[in-house]
Nanobody, 115 residues
Framework: QVQLVESGGGLVQAGGSLRLSCAAS????????MGWYRQASGNQRDLVAT???????NYADSVKGRFTISRDNARNTVTLQMNSLTPEDTAVYYC?????????WGRGTQVTVSS
């Protein structure tokens, strides 16, 4: 099982920025699709962004133009740069690693955006 450890969450005012990072164990990272998902209180877990091993990205409509996902295969890390944050972005953010036969999650990091 791959271990995923998120960091970088916190409290920020609306309009501010945060940068989330996820460190993954194991060499499988290099071939995996990495993603960030979020779950607001009482809601389901939703896709935020994904990035393939080749660097192709996909974003939820709600974050396009504000969030940027990137990865460093040499360091086994994936980051999510979040700009122009709004209170609607408040949620627990989870890192996800997906490859055939594997679908692992981190424990999550809380992001709170105050108005």
């Amino acid at each position: 099982q791959v271990q995923l450890v998120e960091s970088g969450g916190g409290l920020v005012q609306a309009g501010g920025s945060l940068r989330l990072s996820c460190a993954a164990s194991g060499s499988i990272f290099r071939i995996a699709v990495m993603g960030w998902y979020r779950q607001a209180s009482g809601n389901q877990r939703d896709l935020v962004a994904t990035i393939t091993s080749g660097g192709s990205t996909n974003y939820a409509d709600s974050v396009k133009g504000r969030f940027t996902i990137s990865r460093d295969n040499a360091r086994n890390t994936v980051t999510l740069q979040m700009n122009s944050l709004t209170p609607e972005d408040t949620a627990v953010y989870y890192c996800n690693l997906r490859v055939v036969g594997v679908n692992d999650w981190g424990r999550g990091t809380q992001v709170t955006v105050s108005s």
